[in-house]
Structures are given as C-alpha cells and as structure tokens.
C-alpha cells in the first residue's frame, strides 16, 4: 500500500516528511582502495593494530547501525580487515528499555558483549573514543592511537539538544542530570527506573519533542507502562504526557484508546505542548501556547534529537529540515556528499525514516553489502529500502502490544513516504497478546543478528 505525503504525516507525524535532498551528487564507486591509505598513512600516534591483510573498514559506532554494518561488510567481503570502534564497554540496548524501568525484564536481557560479537563475525573490537579524522591522510583519531582506513563509517547515533527549550546553561545541565530522557545512556535507564521505584505520589512528567526524535513510538508507550506500573502498584500517581506535536506521531489509535480505556485515572495526555519553561525549584513546567502550569514530583525530559557530535567534529554534518546537525549524505549511498569512501549512517542520518533500531540494522545489512561491493567488484548494489519494524507494548502485566512494518519509497532522491505498511493497533485480546510475544522474540532476534 503506498502512502500519500499527507496519509505518511499522518501516520508518523514526522518521520517520513519528503526532504528535498538537493546537491547530493551519487558518486561512481570506486574500485577497491588497497592500495591506498591503509599501507601509505602513517602517524607518530597509530593504535596498536596489526598490518591489515586486505581493505581497512573502520566503523564507529557499536550501536545497532554500527554492528550490522561491521558484521555484514565483513560477511560480503571476507578480505576485509573490519575494525569497530565504541566507546562504551558493553552494548545496552534502548529497545526493550521501556519494559526494564518498570521491571518486565532485568538488565541481563539488554546487555550484550561486544567481543563475542566481534568474535563470532571475525571482526576486530576496538574499544576507544574517536576524536576525529583526517581526511587527507585518511585516518581516524581516537583516544587510544589513529587508525588508517580505506572506508570510514560514522554511526555515532544521536545527541541531545535542548536548545529549542531556551533553558539556560544551569537548568539545561541539571535537567541532564537530574531528570534524564532516557534516550540514550544506559545510566538514564538507570535513573529513570530508581525514580519510580521511589515515587510515592503525584505528577510524573514525561514529554515528546518535536522533529525527527528517536524512536517516534517509545514516549507513549513509556507512558503507558509508567501508567500500568502505578495502577498495579496502587501508587496514587499520574503520568503528564507533554506532546509538543499537535497529536500522537505514530500508532495513535491503538495508544489513544489504552490511554482512554486502561489509563484513564493514570494518564494526561497534553498535544501542542512545547516546553516554555522549568522551574526545578519549585517543580513547575509552563508548556503549550496558553502557558498552562504543569506541578511535578517528578519527571523525565526527552528534548529534540540532533546527529551525534562526531558528525560536526569530523566536518561531515548538515542541518535538515528538522533536525541539527546530521550526516550530510547521499540518501542511497550514504556517503558523506564530496568525500570519497566515509559514510554516515544509522540515527545520525539526514533521511526522514524512523530513527529506530530495526531501521538500523536493516540499513546497516545494505550498507555493508554496498561496501563489500565496493571492494570485492567495484560496484554498487541495487538500493534497497530500510524496514522499519517496531513493537509497543500497553502493558507490562500482561503483555499486550501493538505494532507496525513499514518500508520506504523515493521519487527520485526525494524521499516520498513509506510503502508496504502494515499497522496492528489492536491491544485487547490475542492480537494484543500475540504482539506482546512478539515483541521480545523480534528483539531476542535482533540481537542474535548483531551479535552471533
Ligand atoms: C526507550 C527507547 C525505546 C526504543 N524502542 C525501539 C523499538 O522498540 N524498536 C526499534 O526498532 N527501535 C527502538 N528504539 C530506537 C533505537 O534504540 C535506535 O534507533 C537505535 O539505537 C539507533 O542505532 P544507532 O546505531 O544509530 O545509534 P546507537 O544505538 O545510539 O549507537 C551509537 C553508538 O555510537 C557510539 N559512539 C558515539 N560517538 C562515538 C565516538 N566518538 N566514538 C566511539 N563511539 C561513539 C555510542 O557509544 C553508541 O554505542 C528505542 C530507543 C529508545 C531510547
């Protein structure tokens, strides 16, 4: 079923607006580089790595982006001397962390190793920061030594950016600390879920910002397993959910009716609610164009997204028509627009599709198949539309979710809407049950794909 722009706004809110990605020329690929940078550069502070055997792929990254594309550059192109750069220890997965602040699954469940990955798929684990690149030289800077490479990818996932709040420089860095959206570190999960095993009684404000934010789905369905967790509890709280869009951006039947009809007593739900202030003084949130005073007890804020950092320090970021600072790409190539062989990818990317981990994976399989082409044959492959999956649970106790499957169609370079959608809203009875299995089957299969 094709979408329409209008019915794909309606559908996402924002995900699948057409951009005009204009001046971004496709590049003819290019045989393969090794014997380019990889045996040439040279630095006084190159890492402790052997001597590649083949083309270098250095990606960064070791979020679900950056581990497909690794594994899958290396399973299409077995000469590839294949390195993934993160700089956290382990993997902590954002998908399923819902479930974990009200208890449903323990941190075991999200947590993955990311040496067994590196292992299973014969790749090299490189833990480290990266600080830079050189683009010249064709090396990539990192806390632990410089590493040269042959095709760099950048998968550095989403920052924060609290600017369109106005907050000023001491509130945005206690909002930060204090009350963490819960979008990215694991030591947010953290926090967020010694938050309700504390709560005692009143407001706990959640909010949903405005752009290309990550994971569309994931504000309402927190709110509904917050709601769920207070009800079963018998905690005298209420979930405030500040949308700054003027309705639910995704799956809205299904959420707005477990709001009506479980939630009733447990949920507020506020559309066109962009923050206007916040006084962590006296615990008061102005939103919305009337300047309604919201009181907490407390809260978690999720301000809009923009490209990871990494992108701006590497000179290799755009602003888009909603966000910051994102990968300045070609939308079928991902690669970085008048640079040869560096690619962005996974959230950080320009294009208008659902910034979520299915998403990722699925583009991160293209990806590595296109560079593996690159090297093996000097051609690219066909393109091939992301997939976007994504389940929401309602409930914790029992499961119950909700659901959709969604690829992507371009008119040209102009990304149209999604195609081949399919929409499961249904939470009651055993539709609702059946997405509930679902959803920990789709991420237990996710995590096999990226990691064995
Ligand atoms: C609460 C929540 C629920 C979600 N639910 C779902 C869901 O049900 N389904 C779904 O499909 N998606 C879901 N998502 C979205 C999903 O988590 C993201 O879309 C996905 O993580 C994006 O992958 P990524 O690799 O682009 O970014 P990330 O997974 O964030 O990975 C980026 C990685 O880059 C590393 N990095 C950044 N900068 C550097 C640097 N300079 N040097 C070295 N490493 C660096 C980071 O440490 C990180 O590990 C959810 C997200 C959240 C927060």
Redesign the pocket.
Known sequence: MALSRRDALKFSGVAVAALAVSGCAKDEAKPSAQKGATKAATSANMANLPAPKGPRVVV???????LSVAKYTKKFAPNADVIL????SE?V??????LYLVGAVDLEFLTHDYLQAARENNYTFFH????GVDKEARILKTTEGDIAYDHLVL????DYDYAPWGLDATTERRVRQEYPA???LSSEHMTIKNKLEDFEEGNFILTVPGGNY??LP?PYE?TCLIADYFKRNEINGKVILLDENPDITIKREGFHSAFDEMYKDYVQYVPNAKIVSIDLENKKVVAGEFDEEYEFADAAFYPHVRG???LEICGVAKDTAFNKLEGNIDPFTYEVVGEKNIYV????RPMGYS??????NSEGHYLGKLIAGRINSGKDIKWQSPLT????AVSAQPEHAISVRAEYEFEGKKLKGFTNVELSQEWRGKVGENNGKALKEWAKGMYRDMFN
Do not use: H
């Not at 750069?85 to 956290?88: H, T």
């Not at 990818?345 to 950080?348: E, V």
């Not at 910034?355 to 990722?360: I, L, V, Y």
């Open positions: 960064v990254g070791g979020g679900w982006s950056g750069v993160e700089q956290r993997f997965s954002c998908p399923i962390s819902n480290a920061a990266a600080t998968a550095p996932g989403i819960g979008f990215m990550r994971c994931a927190r990871g950092k990494l990818a996974g959230d950080a910034k979520s981990g299915n998403t990722a999956v994504c389940y929401s």
